[in-house]
């Protein structure tokens, strides 16, 4: 029997579908019939929606992005929370729990077969996350916590050259070269920020694993 279902809805069940089928089978090896098979629907109805299983993956890092931009503008706009704690936090919602759905999706995205789809990715969140980052540094700017003319650009470059620099399917630094970068990435983001030594040693930890010595 034929169930019929509200459009959003069924979009919402091709989509879930789909990113199961990526994290588990891998993204190149999934195929529209593969994600028609386990719903149990007809071409028509996945075409009235997606016009390619490329679509079906931006839809995807959509969802991830616009549900890690508002997390980030929640704890934004918390008047409760301390500006350089905002940051932090904001940093740590963006992390994948290990073995979760994002991280497994993650995983993918470093295939090479995947470069665009990665791309896509850090791409989107750039461009959504840095806003929200930025009225933050604003806010920090005016409470005289950071001193900078160019707030949101800089959010752009410190978040770009982090998602890359820091991107462990990119690259494959020794501990020693991960905790020197991670160093210099806080060093950069204080100086440009115009905040005070130390400022961010917690997001030190975050890049690192934890509390370091030396």
Not at 2 to 26: C, M, W, Y
């Amino acid at each position: 029997m034929r169930v019929i279902k509200d459009p959003d809805e069924r979009k919402s069940e091709i989509l879930d579908t789909a990113e199961a089928l990526f994290t588990t089978k891998g993204y190149s090896k999934t195929t529209i019939l593969d994600i028609l098979n386990a719903i149990g629907i007809a071409k028509g109805t996945f075409y009235y929606h997606f016009k390619s299983k490329e679509e079906v993956m931006d839809a995807i890092i959509k969802r991830i992005v616009d549900a890690d931009v508002a997390a980030a503008r929640s704890i934004a706009a918390n008047p409760d929370i301390p500006v350089r704690d905002k940051l932090f936090r904001i940093l740590m919602a963006q992390m994948p729990v290990a073995g979760g759905s994002k991280a497994k999706l993650l995983e993918q995205f470093h295939q090479p077969s995947n470069a665009e789809m990665h791309q896509k990715s850090l791409a989107q969140a750039i461009l959504h996350l840095t806003p929200v980052l930025a009225d933050v540094i604003k806010q920090g700017i005016r409470e005289n916590i950071f001193a900078t003319d160019y707030p949101r650009e800089t959010v752009e470059f410190l978040v770009a050259g982090a998602q890359v620099i820091f991107d462990k399917g990119l690259f494959h630094w020794e501990p020693h070269e991960e905790l020197q970068k991670a160093r210099a990435f806080i060093h950069m983001t204080e100086t440009t920020l115009g905040a005070g030594k130390g400022s961010f040693d917690p997001i030190l930890d975050l890049l690192t694993g934890g509390p370091v010595e030396g």
